[in-house]
């Protein structure tokens, strides 16, 4: 059946000219029952229609919702990269002036040079962390 034409086997009976020139009126039936079931076939049309409309507002919403959502969580990400950026850039500060602190007592052999057993046991920066060695 197409769109817009009424249902088959039902003849709309024309009436006079006046009311053939207006295409938005509904067709009319001869029979009282065929023109129920047309009725019936448009209530059913309309609420289907305000369904769809309502499901369609409510998918709307919630992809407002959604957008917002991520917005904000893209918000609270780029906070957090900002921080972690922070926290890089002075970790790499710190480095390099402990790296220049190291070159002016004398460069990396004062740092890497071998210890005993007991001249690392002795080290005070290992004693306070408690990782003593035990002699061989």
Request: glycine share 4%.
């Amino acid at each position: 059946m197409a769109y817009g034409t009424p249902m088959a086997g039902y003849m709309p009976v024309k009436t006079d000219s006046s009311e053939e020139s207006s295409p938005s009126s509904r067709p009319k039936y001869e029979n009282p029952e065929d023109e129920h079931r047309y009725r019936q076939k448009r209530d059913r049309n309309n609420e289907a229609a305000k369904k769809s409309r309502k499901q369609r507002k409510a998918r709307e919403e919630q992809a407002v919702q959604a957008a917002q959502r991520l917005e904000q969580e893209k918000q609270e990400l780029l906070q957090i990269l900002q921080c972690k950026e922070q926290e890089a850039r002075l970790k790499d500060e710190t480095i390099d002036r402990l790296q220049k602190q190291i070159m002016e007592m004398g460069g990396y052999t004062t740092i890497t040079q071998t210890y005993t057993t007991a001249q690392f046991n002795a080290d005070p920066f290992v004693t306070m962390m408690g990782k003593n060695i035990p002699a061989r």
